[in-house]
């Protein structure tokens, strides 16, 4: 595997630079203000009423590399990121639990997954928009990144009590789905996702597709 070589003198650093991941050292200079999965960043986030950025990746990840290029790396992107929500990166492979809680929350609302795994929370962690890779352009039947962050923005300033209402509802119904007896299993209660899912993103422009088109990713067996 080629080992990606840091800049000797860096315009960016954020929290990431004190992580021992690879795949958190790898963005540990983008512009993006980057904290790792931890109470620093929950506490940032509950104080500035903020919703919370979760991207969840690891270092050979194809499309990773891609949104971190795309996205990640760009002056303008981070700019939005920064001002509007507290953004956390999350190597898979160093928390696999954390991947575990919020890719059953993504293949319950879209349909797929994968990675980069993108999440919106509210600030005491429950989701409420989730997908993959989102392109700088309107394509693949999604909305560009930075539409993406602006529209989530924008409700959540509009009504953010109701859609950490909606996302309370999603968590307790992904709860109950774990709780179910294995010898007995039982459906998730997708009408539950699908309305919640819709009351969120009604703001969204469905003729741009949505959420849940992007490149999909088998999960490892």
């Given amino acids: 595997m080629a080992v990606e070589i840091q800049p000797a003198n860096p315009a960016h650093t954020n929290q990431l630079a004190r992580e021992k991941s690879p795949y958190l050292l790898q963005h540990a200079h983008n512009p993006v203000d980057w904290y790792p999965w931890g109470e620093e960043a929950f506490a940032k986030a509950r104080r500035e009423n903020k919703p919370i950025f979760l991207s969840i990746g690891y270092s050979t990840c194809h499309w990773c590399h891609v949104m971190a290029h795309e996205s990640f790396e760009d002056e303008a992107t981070a700019a939005i990121m920064n001002r509007e929500f507290v953004n956390i990166k999350v190597d898979r492979e160093e928390r696999p639990d954390v991947d575990r809680v919020y890719m059953t929350f993504v293949q319950a609302t879209t349909g797929g997954g994968g990675w980069p795994m993108s999440v ?3 600030p005491d962690l ?6 993959t890779y ?3 352009e309107d394509r693949y039947g999604q909305p560009a990144f930075k539409k993406v962050l602006e529209r989530i923005a924008a409700s959540w300033k509009q009504d953010h009590e109701k859609i950490a209402e909606q996302g309370s509802k999603i968590v307790e119904a992904l709860r109950e789905s ?3 007896q294995p010898e007995a299993p039982t459906k998730i209660d ?3 996702f699908q309305t919640a899912y819709e009351q969120l993103s009604r703001s969204f422009d469905d003729k741009e597709g ?3 088109t992007a490149p999909k990713f088998p999960r490892p067996v």
């Fill in 120 to 122: 919106w929370l509210t």
């Fill in 210 to 212: 949505g959420f849940g």
């Fill in 190 to 192: 997708t009408q539950l």
């Fill in 126 to 131: 429950k989701p409420f928009v989730g997908g």
């Fill in 134 to 136: 989102f392109p700088t």
């Fill in 178 to 180: 774990q709780d179910a």
